[in-house]
DNA sequence: TTATGATGCCTTGCCTGTCTAGGCATTAAC
DNA sequence: GTTAATGCCTAGACAGGCAAGGCATCATAA
């Protein structure tokens, strides 16, 4: 099977969550949709990645969760960012932004 | 102990020992060492870390080792890389390239 | 009717890879 | 003589992503 959609790497995961969940509740099979959509297909998270990901974040206070009726009549459960949670994303992406750009120093040495 | 450097991600590790070797062959106390110049002291690659990395690194057949006598009379384990490893850093640049690009795009979303 | 695919939830167990925390030797500096 | 820096290494803990499964509902197609 062809793999050419980019692994994650350990720890963007839980960036990529929030940031999806920043733009609104959502349940999660809907967050792997918003996240491959928004990454142009680029990034595929695996359920079995997402659904422990979602429990984790969820014990850290960083989302609740409560169950809705979904627009196709069908129950889902939804996900909310908390204010916590928005403030470990702005953490997450500074972090990020840090480790980029000490990659790309290293990289453009000579 | 103060944690103001970031931790590495999963995989980014192999790119960092590659590159640092890509500017010449250097033991793994000296590999710490460049990548920690190169980047600013941002990233800091710890032992217990880099050991284990160049081992496995080895044994795919991205570097070969030799001992020999490092310039203050001490010896040393000096690591090369080798064409195929120069293939592998490139193979791994353009992955890292990938995941900036995707997570950058999800994360310019509104 | 049935069966397939998409949507929705979840769990278990494996595996990789990083980190903490050690151990040991040599050399230079104090 | 002792400390810090340089050099090598290992063992064990642990996190977290992934593969692979299970289960249910609903729409569509054969």
Redesign the pocket.
Known sequence: MA?DKA????????MLILKALSLGEL????II?RIRQLSDEMLN?????L??????IEQKGWVTSKWSV?D???D???YKLTRFGRKQLEDQEASWDRLVLAVAKVRQAT
Chains 1, 2 share one sequence.
């Open positions: 793999k692994d994650l790497l350990q720890g963007t995961l839980d349940h999660g099979y809907g949709q998270v695996e359920q079995g990645s659904y422990p990901a979602l429990y984790r979904h196709t009549g069908r889902a459960k939804f």
